[in-house]
Protein backbone atom coordinates (compact mmCIF):
# COMPACT_ATOMS: atom_id res chain seq x y z
CA UNK A 1 0.00 0.00 0.00
CA UNK A 2 1.63 3.15 -0.50
CA UNK A 3 3.02 5.41 1.72
CA UNK A 4 0.95 8.61 1.48
CA UNK A 5 -0.73 11.28 3.88
CA UNK A 6 -4.44 9.66 4.15
CA UNK A 7 -7.23 12.11 4.25
CA UNK A 8 -10.94 11.63 5.07
CA UNK A 9 -13.22 11.83 2.29
CA UNK A 10 -16.69 13.64 2.67
CA UNK A 11 -20.26 12.90 1.78
CA UNK A 12 -20.56 12.94 -1.59
CA UNK A 13 -17.47 10.57 -1.80
CA UNK A 14 -19.06 7.70 -3.97
CA UNK A 15 -16.18 5.75 -2.34
CA UNK A 16 -18.06 5.79 0.82
CA UNK A 17 -21.54 4.08 -0.38
CA UNK A 18 -19.08 0.97 -1.75
CA UNK A 19 -19.33 -2.13 0.39
CA UNK A 20 -15.48 -3.36 1.78
CA UNK A 21 -13.98 -6.04 1.10
CA UNK A 22 -12.57 -8.31 3.87
CA UNK A 23 -9.24 -8.98 4.50
CA UNK A 24 -8.13 -12.52 3.75
CA UNK A 25 -4.26 -12.25 4.30
CA UNK A 26 -3.18 -9.37 7.17
CA UNK A 27 0.02 -7.94 6.16
CA UNK A 28 2.25 -5.71 6.81
CA UNK A 29 0.75 -2.73 4.49
CA UNK A 30 -2.64 -3.67 6.43
CA UNK A 31 -0.69 -2.67 9.70
CA UNK A 32 0.33 0.48 8.39
CA UNK A 33 -2.87 2.04 7.38
CA UNK A 34 -4.35 0.81 10.74
CA UNK A 35 -1.45 3.05 12.41
CA UNK A 36 -2.29 5.91 10.32
CA UNK A 37 -5.63 5.51 10.68
CA UNK A 38 -5.18 5.50 14.30
CA UNK A 39 -2.84 8.78 13.56
CA UNK A 40 -5.69 11.01 11.94
CA UNK A 41 -8.23 10.04 14.21
CA UNK A 42 -6.76 11.25 17.62
CA UNK A 43 -5.60 14.42 14.81
CA UNK A 44 -9.58 14.95 13.92
CA UNK A 45 -10.26 14.45 17.89
CA UNK A 46 -12.80 11.47 16.65
CA UNK A 47 -13.41 8.47 18.54
CA UNK A 48 -13.55 6.04 15.72
CA UNK A 49 -12.62 5.93 11.97
CA UNK A 50 -13.58 3.20 9.32
CA UNK A 51 -11.10 2.92 6.21
CA UNK A 52 -13.75 3.69 3.36
CA UNK A 53 -13.34 7.06 4.91
CA UNK A 54 -10.08 7.68 3.82
CA UNK A 55 -10.26 6.03 0.40
CA UNK A 56 -9.56 2.20 1.46
CA UNK A 57 -12.39 -0.73 0.56
CA UNK A 58 -10.78 -3.19 2.76
CA UNK A 59 -12.52 -3.73 5.93
CA UNK A 60 -10.84 -2.09 8.74
CA UNK A 61 -11.41 0.13 11.66
CA UNK A 62 -10.30 1.92 14.90
CA UNK A 63 -12.06 3.30 17.98
CA UNK A 64 -10.78 5.17 20.89
CA UNK A 65 -13.68 5.63 22.93
CA UNK A 66 -11.06 6.68 26.04
CA UNK A 67 -10.78 3.15 27.37
CA UNK A 68 -7.77 2.12 24.74
CA UNK A 69 -7.37 2.09 21.45
CA UNK A 70 -9.27 -0.85 18.49
CA UNK A 71 -7.03 -1.78 15.65
CA UNK A 72 -9.66 -4.66 13.87
CA UNK A 73 -9.88 -6.17 10.43
CA UNK A 74 -12.90 -7.76 9.31
CA UNK A 75 -15.34 -6.54 12.25
CA UNK A 76 -18.77 -8.24 12.36
CA UNK A 77 -21.70 -7.37 15.27
CA UNK A 78 -22.61 -11.26 15.65
CA UNK A 79 -24.96 -10.62 18.75
CA UNK A 80 -27.15 -7.39 19.91
CA UNK A 81 -28.85 -6.63 22.75
CA UNK A 82 -31.16 -3.58 24.21
CA UNK A 83 -31.41 -0.21 22.42
CA UNK A 84 -30.06 3.20 22.74
CA UNK A 85 -30.14 6.53 21.16
CA UNK A 86 -27.09 8.91 20.81
CA UNK A 87 -26.45 11.68 19.19
CA UNK A 88 -23.50 10.65 16.44
CA UNK A 89 -21.73 13.20 14.63
CA UNK A 90 -19.55 11.54 11.59
CA UNK A 91 -15.88 12.89 10.34
CA UNK A 92 -17.10 12.34 7.12
CA UNK A 93 -20.63 14.62 7.11
CA UNK A 94 -18.75 17.66 8.93
CA UNK A 95 -21.61 20.17 10.60
CA UNK A 96 -23.77 17.55 10.90
CA UNK A 97 -25.87 15.50 14.23
CA UNK A 98 -28.15 12.98 13.90
CA UNK A 99 -30.05 10.82 16.80
CA UNK A 100 -29.64 7.09 15.91
CA UNK A 101 -30.76 4.36 17.49
CA UNK A 102 -28.51 1.49 17.72
CA UNK A 103 -28.21 -1.68 20.20
CA UNK A 104 -26.79 -1.12 23.56
CA UNK A 105 -24.61 -4.28 23.78
CA UNK A 106 -22.64 -5.80 20.97
CA UNK A 107 -20.49 -8.97 20.46
CA UNK A 108 -17.84 -8.30 17.61
CA UNK A 109 -16.18 -10.66 16.24
CA UNK A 110 -12.67 -9.73 14.45
CA UNK A 111 -8.89 -9.89 13.52
CA UNK A 112 -6.46 -7.92 15.38
CA UNK A 113 -3.60 -6.23 13.46
CA UNK A 114 -1.84 -10.02 13.49
CA UNK A 115 -4.77 -11.74 12.29
CA UNK A 116 -5.40 -13.31 15.78
CA UNK A 117 -9.11 -14.48 16.08
CA UNK A 118 -10.17 -11.02 18.75
CA UNK A 119 -14.01 -10.87 20.09
CA UNK A 120 -15.16 -8.30 22.18
CA UNK A 121 -18.28 -8.03 24.25
CA UNK A 122 -19.14 -4.04 23.78
CA UNK A 123 -21.49 -1.67 25.94
CA UNK A 124 -22.98 1.74 25.52
CA UNK A 125 -20.78 4.13 24.10
CA UNK A 126 -18.22 1.86 22.38
CA UNK A 127 -21.24 0.03 21.58
CA UNK A 128 -22.40 2.35 19.58
CA UNK A 129 -18.72 3.55 17.84
CA UNK A 130 -18.61 -0.17 16.46
CA UNK A 131 -21.93 -0.39 15.00
CA UNK A 132 -21.50 3.35 13.63
CA UNK A 133 -17.61 2.06 11.94
CA UNK A 134 -19.15 -1.40 10.84
CA UNK A 135 -21.92 0.80 8.83
CA UNK A 136 -19.01 2.57 7.52
CA UNK A 137 -18.23 -0.92 6.27
CA UNK A 138 -21.15 -1.63 4.46
CA UNK A 139 -21.41 1.49 3.15
CA UNK A 140 -24.16 2.92 4.90
CA UNK A 141 -24.31 6.34 6.73
CA UNK A 142 -25.54 8.25 9.63
CA UNK A 143 -27.85 10.59 7.36
CA UNK A 144 -29.27 7.32 6.45
CA UNK A 145 -31.20 7.25 9.54
CA UNK A 146 -31.94 10.88 9.64
CA UNK A 147 -35.83 11.46 9.96
CA UNK A 148 -37.93 13.41 7.21
CA UNK A 149 -37.78 16.38 9.52
CA UNK A 150 -34.15 16.00 9.94
CA UNK A 151 -33.23 15.31 6.47
CA UNK A 152 -34.71 18.82 5.68
CA UNK A 153 -33.04 20.48 7.98
CA UNK A 154 -29.58 19.09 7.02
CA UNK A 155 -30.25 19.03 2.99
CA UNK A 156 -28.61 22.62 2.33
CA UNK A 157 -25.45 21.52 4.43
CA UNK A 158 -25.51 18.53 2.30
CA UNK A 159 -25.69 20.01 -0.76
CA UNK A 160 -23.13 22.22 0.34
CA UNK A 161 -20.71 18.96 1.42
CA UNK A 162 -21.96 17.63 -1.84
CA UNK A 163 -19.46 20.47 -4.07
CA UNK A 164 -17.10 20.86 -1.27
CA UNK A 165 -15.59 17.03 -2.33
CA UNK A 166 -15.62 17.57 -5.94
CA UNK A 167 -18.38 15.69 -7.09
CA UNK A 168 -19.86 17.30 -9.97
CA UNK A 169 -23.09 18.11 -10.02
CA UNK A 170 -25.51 17.92 -12.69
CA UNK A 171 -27.70 20.58 -11.92
CA UNK A 172 -26.41 23.26 -14.13
CA UNK A 173 -23.99 25.61 -13.65
CA UNK A 174 -23.43 27.43 -10.19
CA UNK A 175 -22.02 30.82 -9.31
CA UNK A 176 -19.07 30.71 -7.27
CA UNK A 177 -20.61 31.99 -3.76
CA UNK A 178 -22.34 28.71 -4.03
CA UNK A 179 -19.14 26.65 -3.63
CA UNK A 180 -18.68 27.49 -0.20
CA UNK A 181 -18.88 24.73 2.10
CA UNK A 182 -21.73 26.17 5.21
CA UNK A 183 -20.13 27.23 8.52
CA UNK A 184 -19.14 23.88 10.28
CA UNK A 185 -21.07 23.09 13.76
CA UNK A 186 -19.54 20.02 14.03
CA UNK A 187 -18.51 20.89 17.83
CA UNK A 188 -22.00 20.76 18.63
CA UNK A 189 -21.93 17.39 18.11
CA UNK A 190 -19.57 15.51 20.80
CA UNK A 191 -19.15 12.63 19.33
CA UNK A 192 -17.40 12.03 16.26
CA UNK A 193 -16.60 8.82 14.57
ZN1 LIG B 1 -18.56 8.12 10.50
Known amino acids: ?????????????????KASKPVRQVTEGHRQVLSQMAGLMYESSG???????????????????????YKLINPKVVKKEGSQVTEEGCLSVP?????????????VEAQDENGKPVSI??????????????????GRLIVDYASFWERLKISRKLKGLSRKSGIPREAGKRGSRDEKLPESKAESCKLQL
Open 1 to 17: MPETKLKIRLLGDPGLR
Open 95 to 107: GVCIKVKRARKVL
Open 121 to 138: EARDLLACVFQHEIDHLK
Open 47 to 69: VGLAASQVGIYESMIVTDTGSGL
